[in-house]
């Protein structure tokens, strides 16, 4: 779980900059700049300078974080920046403290409706994030510690039906991961270890609570029969993990019980013999796959 905010721009922007002084004035984006961070740059400017026009085309996301913002003197840039795309896009509210951001930082719809809030800490995401729906529900929400996500990570519906919950340890998932349907039922399980890797049991859900899919991993590798379900209970496929994904044993059937296919796969693509019968239990060809090519016997 790693969720990423993306967002299209048009190049027509209007900022109106609120400066330490108390004073407000119109200021041409050309009159600000901005570059990125790196780990040795936080107590020095870079030579590389990016006009801000330019950044908000093509790297407009994630609040902005990981910036340096400062005047064409060199001069870092204190104060509180409000940014609006005037063909109707969102409209965002932020402050900056020598150069970086800090405080909390809004972001609003085009009808001025808050749709994402967060608090910034010397550029980095620190405290809770939260995003929601048109509606005003409740999208997603997530704590922040130095720009990585830690806690818990939880998702909506719409409706504000709980969507999933998943646990981070300084941006890396771990431990349980829970969706669910909109009707409450849940729709998915899995665990993950130390290294956020899958691990343990996997089992997916209809909406009515029924069996949908069952498996296990090993530190990320599936390992052992998976089954997937049909509805009514009955057993729609089973493949048989033997080195991770790259080889598996493939068995298919009808919702009557009765075997459709069967074969292996190398790496997500059907080799060897494969057979494939009719819902009576007949044979109806069988035969070889050469690069991905079905060759009849």
Same mark, same amino acid.
């Given at each position: 779980?790693?969720?990423?905010?993306?967002?299209?721009?048009?190049?027509?922007?209007?900022?109106?900059?609120?400066?330490?002084?108390?004073?407000?004035?119109?200021?041409?984006?050309?009159?600000?700049?901005?570059?990125?961070?790196?780990?040795?740059?936080?107590?020095s400017l870079s030579n590389e300078i990016t006009p801000i026009g330019d950044l908000f085309i093509t790297e407009i996301l994630n609040?902005?974080?990981?910036?340096?913002?400062?005047? #064409?003197?060199? =001069?870092?840039?204190?104060?509180?920046?409000?940014?609006?795309?005037?063909? *109707?896009?969102?409209?965002?509210?932020?402050?900056?403290?020598?150069?970086?951001?800090?405080?909390?930082?809004?972001?609003?719809?085009? =009808? #001025?409706?808050?749709?994402?809030?967060?608090?910034?800490?010397?550029?980095?995401?620190?405290?809770?994030?939260?995003?929601?729906?048109?509606?005003?529900?409740?999208?997603? =929400?997530?704590?922040?510690?130095?720009?990585?996500?830690?806690?818990?990570?939880?998702?909506?519906?719409?409706? @504000?039906?709980?969507?999933?919950?998943?646990?981070?340890?300084?941006?890396?998932?771990?431990g349980q991961y829970l969706e669910f349907h909109e009707n409450g039922i849940l729709k998915s399980s899995i665990t993950h270890n130390?290294?956020?890797?899958?691990?343990?049991?996997?089992?997916?859900?209809?909406?009515?609570?029924?069996?949908?899919?069952?498996?296990?991993?090993?530190?990320?590798?599936?390992?052992?029969?998976?089954?997937?379900?049909?509805?009514? @209970?009955?057993?729609?496929?089973?493949?048989?993990?033997?080195?991770?994904?790259? #080889?598996?044993?493939?068995?298919?059937?009808?919702?009557?019980?009765?075997?459709?296919?069967? *074969? #292996?796969?190398?790496?997500?693509?059907?080799? @060897?013999?494969?057979?494939?019968?009719?819902?009576?239990?007949?044979?109806?060809?069988?035969?070889?796959?050469?690069?991905?090519?079905?060759?009849?016997?």
């Amino acid at each position: 779980m790693n969720p990423i905010f993306k967002y299209s721009l048009l190049l027509s922007l209007v900022f109106t900059i609120q400066l330490t002084t108390g004073c407000v004035q119109k200021v041409d984006i050309s009159e600000i700049e901005i570059t990125n961070i790196t780990e040795d740059y936080r107590d020095s400017l870079s030579n590389e300078i990016t006009p801000i026009g330019d950044l908000f085309i093509t790297e407009i996301l994630n609040y902005f974080d990981d910036r340096i913002y400062f005047l #064409k003197d060199g =001069k870092l840039f204190s104060g509180e920046i409000n940014q609006t795309l005037i063909d *109707g896009f969102n409209v965002r509210s932020f402050r900056v403290k020598n150069g970086l951001l800090n405080g909390i930082s809004k972001e609003f719809d085009s =009808k #001025k409706t808050l749709i994402g809030h967060g608090t910034f800490k010397n550029g980095y995401r620190n405290g809770l994030f939260e995003f929601y729906h048109s509606n005003g529900q409740l999208s997603h =929400k997530s704590l922040f510690v130095d720009n990585k996500i830690h806690n818990k990570y939880e998702e909506f519906y719409e409706s @504000g039906q709980l969507k999933s919950i998943s646990q981070f340890n300084h941006g890396k998932i771990i431990g349980q991961y829970l969706e669910f349907h909109e009707n409450g039922i849940l729709k998915s399980s899995i665990t993950h270890n130390e290294d956020g890797e899958f691990d343990g049991l996997i089992l997916g859900y209809y909406e009515n609570g029924e069996i949908k899919v069952e498996g296990k991993f090993d530190n990320g590798k599936p390992i052992g029969d998976w089954f997937d379900y049909f509805l009514n @209970g009955e057993v729609k496929s089973i493949e048989t993990f033997q080195d991770g994904f790259s #080889k598996s044993i493939f068995k298919e059937f009808y919702e009557n019980g009765q075997l459709m296919s069967t *074969g #292996k796969f190398r790496n997500g693509e059907k080799v @060897g013999q494969w057979e494939y019968y009719h819902e009576t239990g007949q044979l109806d060809r069988k035969g070889r796959y050469d690069n991905g090519v079905f060759i009849p016997d």
